[in-house]
Structure formats: C-alpha cells, structure tokens
T-cell receptor
Framework: AQSVAQPEDQVNVAEGNPLTVKCTYS??????LFWYVQYPNRGLQFLLK??????LVKGSYGFEAEFNKSQTSFHLKKPSALVSDSALYFC???????????FGGGTRVLVKP | DTAVSQTPKYLVTQMGNDKSIKCEQN?????MYWYKQDSKKFLKIMFS???????INETVPNRFSPKSPDKAHLNLHINSLELGDSAVYFC??????????????FGQGTRLTVV
C-alpha cells in the first residue's frame, strides 16, 4: 500500500520569508511524487512532479521540491512567500505498478503581510 | 478551453434520490478518475478508468456506478443518496507514457449536498 504524510495541518509564514511544506511518503518501487495546490472553492492545480533525474525539481509560481530517497521525503519550498500563496497544498504519490494517486491530508498555508 | 470539465458545479438533493455527475476531458488522456474530498479536505480515489476499462475501484459502495462511454468521458451515477455522500467530487485525467505516470489534471469539482 502507498501512503503520504503531511505532518503539519497549517503553516504560517510572513510574506517574503521562505516557505516549506513537509511531505513524506511510502510506496513500493520507484515513487512518482507530485505537489498540488487548491484555492478556496477550486479544483487542484498541479505545481510540480518528481519522476526521475535531479532530486531538486522546479515548478510553477517559484515553487520547488527536493526528493530525498533515504528520508522518503519530498518537501515543497519557496524562497520568498507571497500572500497569494495562501492555499491548501497536497502532496501525492503514485507507484510504478499502477496509476492511482494517493494524497496526503493537505497542509494549509497562511502567508501574512 | 477547459481541460477537464464536470457538471454540475453544485448539486443539492434529497436523501434517497438518484443523481449523476458528468465529466469530460479534452486533453486526449487515456485515464480518468473520480476522487472524493470530504469535509476535512481529505482526498480519496474512488474509481479509475483506462481506455474505458475500470482498473481501480476503491471499496466504494455499489450505489456509486461510474460509466465511461468513451475515453474522454467518465460519468458518476449515485443511487439512493445518503447524507454521508455529501462531499466535493473531483474528476481528473492523466496519461501513462512509457510506463510512467504523468500528472493528473483536475476538474473544478462538484459540491454535492444531500439533505
């Protein structure tokens, strides 16, 4: 079985400060890892993914994530947060054996001006 | 130009009724999904279809019946609606390329409220 843990229900950060949203995963075989963002009353928007290659992945809106195989982590980062980054962030994993996405419980990010 | 579109956006209905949610994708993807997001925002897969064939059914009550008339459409029919079915239902699609899973694209969601 595959699973994702997002240990923080909410992350508060001041605008301009670095933002980190944590994610750890469990999956058989090579992981396919994704980050999505959900704004209120909206669907999920894809931010970035790790399939293979460089451990540091760059995505939309200045976000990046680092794949760490030994720690089974895929933390999302942004060097300088904006108020408009306030949203719900989901980490997801898919195993090579199938194409089911398993999501973490989500982390609410609140960026204060 | 919407990549994954689902209708209706809002659905309010009484217990015991039967309702359908429609989903269409114009991305040419071969795989479509239904996800349920509960009141705590937790997302869980319900079904997955690949080229019109059911490949994932995640212990969903058989009151829920997906139907895929072609690979661009995946509809969800729900019989005998219960209060606990109230949630936001998301349709999504993706493409498997060279044995790898690409990112899924999601619709805007259908907020189902059973009263």
């Amino acid at each position: 079985a595959q699973s994702v843990a997002q240990p923080e229900d909410q992350v508060n950060v001041a605008e301009g400060n670095p933002l980190t949203v944590k994610c750890t995963y469990s999956v058989s075989g090579n992981p396919y890892l994704f980050w999505y963002v959900q704004y209120p009353n909206r669907g999920l928007q894809f931010l970035l993914k790790y399939i293979t290659g460089d451990n540091l992945v760059k995505g939309s809106y200045g976000f990046e994530a680092e794949f760490n195989k030994s720690q089974t982590s895929f933390h999302l980062k942004k060097p300088s947060a904006l108020v408009s980054d306030s949203a719900l962030y989901f980490c997801a994993v898919s195993g090579a054996a199938g194409n089911k996405l398993t999501f973490g419980g989500g982390t609410r990010v609140l960026v204060k001006p | 130009d919407t990549a994954v579109s689902q209708t209706p956006k809002y659905l309010v209905t009484q217990m015991g009724n039967d309702k359908s949610i429609k989903c269409e994708q114009n991305l040419g993807h071969d795989t479509m999904y239904w996800y349920k997001q509960d009141s705590k925002k937790f997302l869980k897969i319900m079904f997955s279809y690949n080229n019109k064939e059911l490949i994932i059914n995640e212990t969903v009550p058989n009151r829920f019946s997906p139907k895929s008339p072609d690979k661009a459409h995946l509809n969800l029919h729900i019989n005998s609606l219960e209060l606990g079915d109230s949630a936001v239902y998301f349709c999504a699609s993706s493409q498997v390329k060279a044995g790898q899973n690409t990112e899924a694209f999601f619709g805007q969601g259908t907020r189902l409220t059973v009263v």
